[in-house]
């Protein structure tokens, strides 16, 4: 038993559990970034998966990261961690004979959603297709249009998001479960679980995924203060971000910002599990497709048509 | 008095029967949504009879030179003012007259496809909430009724091409 405490070649005697406690302390501290080392940093990086947090757990980490982004943008931010309605599964509607590509929705989007500007971030893309050609020829489609007015002549757009499949494969490709779909069909990201692999970008067959390059740059009295957790609250450097439905706006009952955008009334959104809802309607009365039906992946994102403009 | 009671009868069940039937006249508009954005259209800001009580009524189809020179109808253009409008109100084909803010009823003797879609909400932009009380707008708070079709727009700008990041 004498042999417990050893001495080292510095003449410090130790012995064995005081040895191992400094080093996980060491090992814990060297992990953690040093530029902030602010009390609740501990508590960020010991934070747990989002959902296996209580409601209580949930509030700490929430009062903490409005603290964080307060005081980082210097504005007041209140992040909502809203849950799920039960029995509502949001689907949403594009009449694709009404879109003339303007483009309000994108930036509708960006304002509401606390995009970055530069480097730019667009959650929506606008495609625009030549009108009697091969049909959506996705490969051919102009994203980067620029006529003085819209709608030109022999094109049609096609607004494409987040498709919030039902058997999305970027939840199947994330290694840490830091995108997952949610019980009202809106696939989320938790932006502190996300260690910016880009599997999902490489795994999404619409391309609806976008990466934060560099730390999102958003004029301070642009950024919308009225956030989500797994939505709109302000992002970190390498972490992706994606269309959410504007799930700060859709739990609290409103339409998303790109469907009050919209000038011609081309967007439409509701409860799928409604049988009286536009979205439902819509579903079972009019010329229906989802964009690449083919792969399974089940979106929720109906494009339909009411008739071509004569 | 058995035939009194016969006559009561028959007459309660006309008179029913006629007020069912007024009803269902008025039940067409079932459906219609109740929270809608107006516009300035009611018969008190169209006072056309102010100058027209004093002119001759004219239906010949003409170039409009001394007044409403501004309205250059694009929309069914075989028909004239006078086949939509009388007075201060609109006309529908049967003569009947409406006002001003309720264009639909008018519209909807065509387009009565799209009237059906703008009920259930699916022509034309909602806002307000997805599970309560949505914001509806009338025909023509969109569309310019003599030119329904809606002109080109300047598109925002178009999304940073990769090869000009710098």
Redesign the interface.
């Known amino acids: 038993m004498s042999n417990k405490i050893r001495s080292n070649p510095l003449g410090i005697k130790l012995n064995r559990r005081t040895f191992l406690k400094g080093a996980a302390a060491g090992i814990t501290a060297s992990a953690l970034p040093f530029q902030n080392a602010e009390a609740f940093i501990g508590e960020a990086f010991l934070q747990k998966h989002f959902k296996e947090m209580t409601d209580v757990e949930i509030k700490g980490v929430i009062e903490r990261l409005e603290k964080e982004a307060s005081l980082e943008w210097r504005k007041e931010i209140h992040i909502s961690a809203a849950k799920a309605k039960p029995g ?1 599964k949001f689907g949403y ?1 594009l ?1 694709l004979s009404r879109c ?5 929705c ?2 509708a989007c960006v304002r509401e959603n606390n995009q970055s500007r530069t ?2 971030v ?1 959650w929506i ?1 606008v495609l625009r297709f030549k009108k009697g050609e091969k049909w959506l020829d996705l490969e051919n489609s102009e ?9 030109e002549k022999d094109f049609f757009y096609m607004p494409v998001q987040c498709q919030q499949c039902e058997d999305p494969p970027c939840v199947k490709v994330c290694p840490t479960q830091a995108t997952w779909k949610e019980p009202d069909g809106i696939v989320v990201i938790d932006y502190n679980w996300c260690i910016g692999c880009r599997y999902c970008m490489a795994a999404c067959p619409y391309g609806a995924r976008r990466f934060n390059w560099a730390k999102p740059n958003i004029p301070q009295n642009e950024l919308n203060a009225e956030t989500h957790y797994l939505g709109n609250r302000p992002r970190y450097k390498g972490v992706v971000e994606k269309c959410t439905f504007c799930i700060q706006r ?1 739990r609290a ?3 998303p910002a790109c ?2 955008a ?4 081309a967007r ?4 799928l599990l ?1 049988p009286k ?2 979205i439902r ?2 579903i079972e ?2 010329r229906v497709f989802r964009l690449k039906e083919d792969l399974n992946t089940e979106p929720k994102f109906y494009y339909f048509f ?1 008739g071509w ?1 004569v | 008095m058995k035939i009194m009671g016969k006559l009561a009868v028959i007459f309660s069940v006309l008179f029913l029967g006629g007020m069912f039937f007024l009803h269902s006249s008025e039940a067409a508009e079932e459906g219609v949504p109740k929270l809608i954005i107006t516009k300035p259209g009611t018969s008190e800001n169209h006072p056309c009879s102010k100058c027209h009580k004093y002119l001759s009524v004219n239906k010949t189809k003409r170039k409009l030179a001394a007044s409403h020179s501004n309205i250059i109808l694009k929309h069914a253009e075989d028909r004239w003012c006078l086949d939509c409008h009388e007075g201060d109100k609109l006309k529908l084909p049967s003569g009947q007259l409406i006002d001003y803010d309720k264009p639909y009823i008018l519209c909807k003797q065509c387009h009565g496809t ?1 009237y059906k ?1 703008w009920k ?13 009380e949505k914001v509806y ?1 009338l025909c023509t708070t ?1 569309h310019d009724p003599h030119q329904p ?2 002109k ?10 990769p090869s000009d ?1 710098k």
């Not at chain 1, 003339?100 to 309000?104: A, D, E, M, P």
């Not at chain 1, 919209?262 to 009334?265: A, D, E, F, L, N």
């Not at chain 2, 080109?152 to 091409?161: A, L, S, T, Y």
């Open positions: 509502v509607g009449d003339i590509g303007c483009r309000k994108v930036s480097p730019q667009h893309s994203k980067y249009y620029n006529p003085k007015e819209v709608p859709t009952g409103k339409y469907v009050e919209c000038p011609v009334g439409k959104f509701g409860n409604d809802s536009e309607y819509l009365n009019k009411t403009q | 799209v879609d259930t909400g699916i022509h034309g932009k909602l806002t307000g909430m997805w599970d309560g707008r969109c079709r809606f080109q727009i300047q598109p925002e700008k178009p999304p940073m091409k990041i």
